[in-house]
């Protein structure tokens, strides 16, 4: 590490790149206060790639369990920002700490003289649920660009803390549209019920339009019961996507007289995902025997996230159920079940994911053991 340490001051600006790049992969916690200073190197490249290396540092600390097959997609080898955040739900795993110092030296990046800086900081905070940071995000999207603004509010949601929508509120009426429309997905993300007069605001006034359709989406998340008319009317539109998004706003609401009227609207739709939506709300009205539609859409290529992210949704109740599926004769679905589990699990589910570490498929071995090292230190 000395020889590290006397390198990070060379004179020359890809030498210290270099070695910040280095002190990235060697994954030691002893790097982190070289990191501290080489953040704020003069050279942009530098403090850019201690960002990285920092963020390299804490989520990818152990690739034996990180680099699952299915977290590949999530957690890339060098660069953590390779992907766009909007698709990129890379997080710490919940064992993981980050010290205050490490969360104070990236937040005081968000008034760096770089736009690249700034934004790298931003999604870093956001990969570390860097709660404590979340005034200065806010200040500093005030006077930010348009992709400042979009990366703030996706590492604000990666943070969870929905206090923060009366601050998001205002970026509903902005004309910059990438802006707006992340901030109604936000604030549909956080379920927030001061921003439901809004939405249906932009629902009402923009008939025909995408944005209607944001708006919609943004309110079936909120599932509040006054919207039930709103998605009982919209599971007959032409229209599949907003037949998706009204079936899964019932889905939230949980009214238990739709359900003969949501039954005979599964049976005549067409659409693979908005059957996937139907099916989640007939689950939530009580026919629990649709939980096996909902297990075959772990089977499907372009719809499995889908299903995914509506049992992360129901969230620890509904792991006695998925448990049972995890002697599934695809792999596909155990592995996707591993990975579910080690979110929504407990200690409890440690002893029925074991025996998949013998199993077969080498990816259900992988995503099992990551599972139930989530479990153990959860």
Do not use: W
């Not at 229209?239 to 007289?257: H, P």
């Not at 099916?279 to 649709?290: D, P, S, V």
């Amino acid at each position: 590490m000395a020889p590290l340490l006397s390198a990070a001051e060379d004179p020359d600006i890809d030498v210290r790149e270099e070695v910040v790049k280095s002190l990235g992969l060697l994954k030691d916690p002893q790097a982190i206060t070289i990191l501290l200073t080489t953040i704020k190197d003069p050279a942009e490249s530098v403090r850019e790639e201690s960002i990285i290396a920092l963020v390299t540092i804490y989520v990818d600390r152990d690739a034996g369990f990180i680099m699952t097959r299915l977290a590949r997609r999530v957690y890339k080898n060098i660069n953590p920002f390779s992907d766009q955040v909007g698709t990129d739900p890379a997080v710490i795993e919940p064992y993981v700490k980050v010290g205050p110092v490490v969360i104070d030296s990236i937040a005081e990046r968000l008034t760096d003289s770089s736009p690249l800086i700034r934004l790298d900081a931003t999604k870093a905070l956001g990969i570390f649920k860097a709660q404590a940071a979340i005034p200065k995000m806010l200040e500093a999207m005030k006077t930010g660009d348009s992709n400042l603004q979009v990366a703030t509010l996706r590492s604000l949601y990666k943070i969870k803390d929905p206090s923060v929508d009366e601050q998001i509120l205002p970026y509903l009426n902005i004309p910059d549209k990438a802006v707006r429309d992340e901030a109604i997905l936000t604030l549909g993300l956080f379920k927030s019920r001061r921003a439901l007069a809004a939405l249906q605001q932009i629902y009402d006034q923009n008939p025909g339009s995408k944005l209607r359709a944001k708006a919609l989406q943004a309110i079936s998340l909120i599932g509040d019961r006054t919207s039930l008319e709103l998605f009982r009317r919209n599971l007959r539109d032409p229209d599949s996507l907003y037949r998706q998004y009204s079936a899964e706003g019932i889905a939230r609401v949980v009214d238990n007289s739709l359900v003969e009227e949501v039954s005979r609207t599964y049976i005549r739709e067409k659409k693979l995902s908005t059957q996937l939506a139907l099916a989640f709300a007939l689950y939530r009205l009580g026919r629990k025997e649709y939980i096996e539609r909902l297990i075959m859409g772990l089977t499907e290529r372009m719809h499995h996230e889908q299903v995914t992210s509506y049992f992360l949704e129901m969230g620890n109740p509904i792991q006695l159920e998925l448990v049972e599926y995890l002697n599934h004769e695809d792999a596909r679905v155990r592995e996707r079940l591993c990975y579910l589990l080690g979110l929504i699990g407990d200690k409890s589910t440690i002893d029925k994911l074991k025996p998949l570490l013998k199993d077969p498929n080498s990816d259900v071995v992988s995503e099992a053991a990551l599972a139930i090292r989530r479990l153990g230190t959860s």
